[in-house]
């Protein structure tokens, strides 16, 4: 069971008007739908900018999602557009009635496809479990997901769908692999709190949650506000929040994100849910530090 979905496309209708905003995403979808029909997928319906599908497997679902995901990225639309996509799925028994699906597999892929990034792919790991071996190779668990409704956790996988990123995450292939001596590290400092994110420590969690890695006292902060992680070499800021991280680098450049991500580099400060005209003095300020520029300074 997959879903993959159009992002951005509220802001698409805002900056490019409703004609062109539809006829692109009507492009997108096409583009996804010829994809789906090459690995003899069934597409069940589109549902706005999102479209839902079946496969015979796991294993055709996962061919499909990263055919999908090389597609879009590679396509210019109308206008010279680019187009973004993030897509979820699952592995399981559904119920098929009246050419609809339903049931919990259904559900689940929903939600995971609801928790995933633009330019993402993520399953869950019943999906992997039925995967071949070397197609499971190309998986990463990344986190263990709460659903709203659901009692248990689910352990959710990311799928490695780009050659750069294959090539730099495959074992055994150090000519591709940064190595981990180089991987930079990353300061956050709150107060009096300090976090590092680095290769012991690769994921960490900002909010108002007493769960969170970094609890920040602030009002507008959701529970689990923003997750910063270690990918690929880069550090990658990902909003999960209600109302939005603000970001500032030291450039004085400031980005608000909502619900996307962004590389973090340099140094800078992140404000949890309002603008820094808003809130002045709760700030988590960020560093980017050389690993290497450290190790031969005390050399």
């Known amino acids: 069971m997959l879903f993959a979905d159009i992002c951005g496309s509220t802001a698409l209708y805002d900056n490019l008007g409703d ?3 539809r006829r692109l995403i009507a492009q997108c979808i096409a583009t996804m739908a010829d994809e789906i029909s090459t690995y003899q997928g069934k597409l069940v319906k589109t549902i706005g900018d999102e479209v839902m599908c079946t496969f015979t497997g796991a294993a055709a679902a996962m061919h499909a999602a990263c055919a999908m995901q090389r597609a879009v990225e590679s396509t ?20 098929r009635e009246a050419g609809d699906v339903f049931g919990d597999t259904v559900n689940v ?94 994921s960490v969690v900002l909010g108002r949650g007493d769960t ?33 991280t ?14 996307e991500e962004i590389i973090l580099r340099g140094s800078g400060s992140i404000s949890l849910g309002q603008s820094y005209s808003e809130n002045p003095g709760e700030l988590v300020e960020f560093s980017v530090n050389s690993v290497r520029a450290q190790r031969q300074a005390t050399e």
């Open 109 to 202: 892929a929903a939600r995971v496809a609801a928790i995933t990034r633009a330019g993402q792919i993520m399953t869950t790991q019943a999906a992997v479990d039925a995967l071949p071996p070397d197609m499971r190779e190309k998986t990463r668990q990344i986190m263990r997901a709460e659903f709203k409704g659901k009692q248990e956790h689910f352990d959710i996988s990311i799928v490695i769908w780009e050659m750069d990123d294959m090539l730099s995450t495959r074992i055994g292939t150090p000519a591709f692999r940064k190595s981990p001596d180089n991987i930079d590290e990353m300061s956050l400092r709150y107060r009096e709190q300090v976090l590092k994110v680095n290769k012991e420590q690769r």
């Open 246 to 259: 603000y970001i500032r680098f030291s450039d004085g450049n400031v980005v608000r994100l909502a619900r």
């Open 76 to 95: 210019k639309y109308e206008g010279g557009h680019s187009m973004h996509i993030r897509v979820g799925f699952n592995y399981g028994e559904v119920i």
């Open 19 to 21: 004609q062109l905003a």
């Open 212 to 244: 969170c890695d970094l609890v920040v006292q602030n009002g507008f902060a959701s529970r689990q506000h923003i997750r910063i992680e270690l990918r690929f070499g880069k550090f990658v800021a990902a909003d999960q929040s209600t109302n939005g």
